[in-house]
């Protein structure tokens, strides 16, 4: 395991770079992040309640719809034949 010492590290180089960095580019550079990652989640957000509510449309449509027209000849067809089945199954108690 390495041991550093303050020697080690370039505290001068550090200082002289920390002394270019402008307060007022750094201010604006940070202004400008927090607006750019602002508009992205808002932009995630309003995606997902256009996303949603386009989902909402077309499930209110399709039932609406179904509603209108009423169930279709298959829906039909599969309850009349539980319906006659359940028949049967009655009519065989009497029988039997």
């Known amino acids: 395991m390495a041991v550093l010492t303050l020697d080690d590290f370039p505290l001068e180089e550090i200082k002289r770079e920390a002394a270019k960095i402008r307060f007022g580019e750094f201010l604006l550079s940070l202004i400008g992040w927090t607006l750019y ?5 808002v932009t ?9 509510s386009v989902r909402f449309t077309v499930a209110s449509c399709k039932a609406g719809s179904v509603a209108a027209k009423g169930p279709g000849k298959r829906a ?10 359940e028949y049967e199954v009655r009519l065989a108690r009497f029988e039997g």
């Open 37 to 41: 990652h602002a508009a992205f989640v």
């Open 76 to 85: 039909i067809i599969e309850a009349q034949q539980r319906r006659l089945k």
């Open 44 to 52: 995630l957000l309003f995606t997902k309640v256009i996303w949603g």
